[in-house]
């Protein structure tokens, strides 16, 4: 029974000594927590990013649409022209 509790307090002095190794494995792991939630953040801020660009470019591709539709007259169009030295030309144009 002395020659187990000998060995465990050897152990025990060994571990204590090594503490170097335990602290470099302490920062190891909160270096790779820092890096797992960096990487959160920024998938979430790209996908904003994603998200806004996808909604601007619909408004873009709306507001294109808007401006090419085809022109509709509703009423007459009046058309005048005058010339200097020439008579007044009128058009009148019922749609």
Do not use: C, H
């Amino acid at each position: 029974m002395k020659k187990k509790m000998e060995n465990w307090m050897k152990t025990i002095r060994r571990f204590a000594r090594n503490r170097k190794a335990v602290s470099g494995l302490e920062t190891a792991i909160v270096l790779i927590a820092f890096v797992i939630v960096a990487s959160a953040f920024a998938y979430a801020v790209l996908n904003m990013g994603f998200l806004a660009t996808q909604k601007s470019q619909e408004v873009v591709v709306g507001g294109l649409q808007a401006a090419s539709a085809a022109t509709v007259l509703d009423g007459p169009v009046y058309g005048y022209s005058t010339t200097a030295g020439r008579r007044k030309a009128e058009a009148k144009v019922t749609v």
